[in-house]
């Protein structure tokens, strides 16, 4: 189960957090109430990770290819004025 969890509750309560992550939970942590990192145990971050590039793949291969034409080296660098 994830939990959500301030910055500073996150620094005051570390050794609470890894204990609960390293018995399978997770923690959102937040500050000024945005989450802006997950605490996850460390061979779950991998299976995550795999799955969502596995997927993105998967997502990629299935869209078919738009021929958008050919470019000049000039077109690809020009700069926006």
Known sequence: ?????SAADANRNFS????AVREGGSYVVTSH???????????RHEAVATTARDL???RL???????IGRWTRDELYEDEA
């Open 1 to 5: 189960m994830e939990h959500s969890i």
């Open 61 to 67: 291969a299935a869209q078919p290819v738009t021929d």
């Open 16 to 19: 609470m957090v890894l204990r």
């Open 33 to 43: 109430g945005k989450p802006v990192a997950r605490i996850v145990p460390a061979g």
């Open 56 to 58: 993105l793949i998967r």
